[in-house]
C-alpha cells in the first residue's frame, strides 16, 4: 500500500475552505492532515471535501482557536486524543489506517514573543507541552506511527533563514531545541523530510509582515513529519508546496508533503 500524506496550518479552515479544496483537488494527498482550524468539528466545512472524495475525518475542534484535523481518502479511524499539559487545547488529534499505521497530527503551542517562562507563561506552555509529549513517548513508544503537524519550532541552522540572528527568537532558541530533540528520541522519531532532504536551507513558514515575502525568503521549517523507525525507510518523496504561500488569501504556512510505501 503506497499513499501520500500531506500536513498543513491552515489558519482557519472555514476561511481557507477554497485553499483546502484547491489542495486535494491539484495534489490529491491521501492524507491531509490540518492545524489551526479554529472551528468546532461540526462547523469543518467537510461537504465540499467529500465532494472531493475525502469522505473520512477524525477532529479535534475549538471556536476561534487551535484545532486539529485528519481528512482521508483512505478509510481510518479515530484513534483519540490528549490534552497535553492540561491546556484545555484542541492541539492534538490520532487515526488509525486499515493498515494499522497510527498517524498522530500536533499543533504545539507557539510559545508567545519572549523566550524566558519567567515573564511569559505561554512559553511555559509550549516547554511543558513538549515534556509531556516526551514523556507519554518514553511511557508508551510508538511503532508503526506517522507523527505530522506545526511543531512551531525549526531545529537546525539550515530550517530557519539566519541561524545567529534567530537563537534568541521563539521557534529556533537553544532550550526548545534540545526540548524538541528530547521529544523525538523519546519516541525514536525519524525527521522524514530530512531523511529525504538532508542539507540545505528548507523552509515551511514566512511571516505576514513581510509582503515580498518570496523575495526575502526570511522562513522557517516549523512543520514536520516523523515516522517511527520500523517505517522510515518506506517514506520518500519528501517535499514542501512554497508556491501555496503564494495562493489568493493565504495562509503563511505552506503544505508539507511525503509518501509511504507500506
Not at 517511527?228 to 495562493?247: C, E, N, Q, Y
Request: proline fraction near 5%; glycine fraction near 8%; hydrophobic fraction near 40%.
Amino acid at each position: 500500500m503506497s499513499f501520500t500524506l500531506a500536513t498543513w496550518n491552515i489558519n482557519s479552515v472555514r476561511l481557507r475552505e477554497p485553499l483546502v479544496c484547491k489542495l486535494l483537488a491539484e495534489e490529491g494527498p491521501d492524507v491531509l492532515c490540518l492545524q489551526e482550524c479554529k472551528s468546532p468539528v461540526d462547523k469543518i466545512p467537510v461537504e465540499r471535501f467529500h465532494a472531493l472524495g475525502y469522505e473520512h475525518m477524525v477532529a479535534q475542534g475549538q471556536k476561534g482557536y487551535n484545532g486539529v484535523a485528519i481528512l482521508s481518502r483512505l478509510p481510518l479511524k479515530d484513534a483519540g486524543s490528549r490534552d497535553f499539559a492540561s491546556l484545555g487545547h484542541a492541539r492534538h488529534v490520532a487515526a488509525k489506517l486499515e493498515n494499522g499505521v497510527v498517524i498522530h497530527n500536533f499543533y504545539v503551542p507557539a510559545g508567545g514573543d519572549v523566550p524566558d517562562r519567567e515573564v511569559n507563561d505561554k512559553f511555559g506552555q509550549k516547554l511543558d507541552y513538549l515534556a509531556e509529549m516526551r514523556d507519554a513517548f518514553h511511557a508508551d513508544r510508538p511503532g508503526k506511527s506517522i507523527l505530522v503537524g506545526d511543531l512551531n519550532i525549526a531545529p537546525r541552522e539550515d530550517d530557519v533563514w539566519d541561524h545567529k540572528k534567530l537563537l534568541k527568537v521563539v521557534s529556533h532558541t537553544p532550550v526548545e531545541v534540545n526540548a524538541m530533540a528530547e521529544t523525538q528520541d523519546a519516541g525514536g522519531w525519524v525527521d522524514v523530510t530530512r531523511q529525504d532532504i538532508p542539507s540545505g536551507q528548507l523552509y515551511s513558514w514566512w511571516s505576514y509582515r513581510a509582503r515580498e515575502w518570496d523575495l526575502a525568503d526570511k522562513g522557517r521549517r516549523l512543520d514536520h513529519i516523523w515516522a517511527t523507525p520500523d517505517i522510515s525507510s518506506a517514506a520518500h518523496g519528501s517535499r514542501v508546496l512554497r508556491t501555496a504561500r503564494g495562493w489568493e488569501k493565504p495562509s503563511d504556512h505552506a503544505p508539507v508533503f511525503a509518501t509511504f510505501d507500506l
